[in-house]
């Protein structure tokens, strides 16, 4: 049984919603919704920082309000992330995200520290977008 999912955004206006939602082997997987059903694949240190990215930059159309992610579902999302960071780096940067985020500070300075654990030059919606797409033709 798949457990419930938490929507960041959908990619457009009444398209189809990214999420995440915990996995039975502790970790998350990345979740895309449309009026057919969701689709999941476990989701990547990349796929996790662009979650939060999109969450904090809001720049993805409003989700679904029954499954959309709280603040605290992004700091557990985060806390995950910066537990399987494959360098120092990244998890002191996710670190620093999430006591920002438990911190309740502003999104700028969330997206400042999840920045730094963002591939050089990374588009969060983009790189959803394309994630999305793999998942539905699958």
């Known amino acids: 049984m798949d457990a419930p999912a938490c929507a960041v955004g959908r990619l457009h206006p009444g398209g189809p919603w990214v999420g995440f939602a915990p996995t039975l082997d502790d970790g998350y ?14 989701a990547c240190v990349d796929d996790v920082v662009a979650l939060a990215l999109a969450y904090f930059e809001d720049d993805l159309a409003e989700p679904p309000e029954e499954l959309a ?3 605290a579902d992004i700091g557990a999302l985060v806390r ?13 940067a996710l670190m620093l995200a999430v006591d920002a985020i438990d911190d309740g500070l502003g999104a700028d300075a969330v997206i400042e520290r999840l920045s730094v ?6 588009d969060p919606g983009g790189h959803l977008s394309r994630r999305a797409a793999e998942l539905l033709e699958g």
């Open 29 to 42: 997987a990345l979740v895309v919704g449309t009026d057919n059903g969701t689709a999941r694949d476990a």
């Open 80 to 92: 995950h992330a910066a537990e399987g960071a494959t360098t120092m780096a990244a998890h002191a």
């Open 117 to 122: 654990a963002s591939p050089a030059g990374a």
């Open 69 to 71: 992610a709280t603040h």
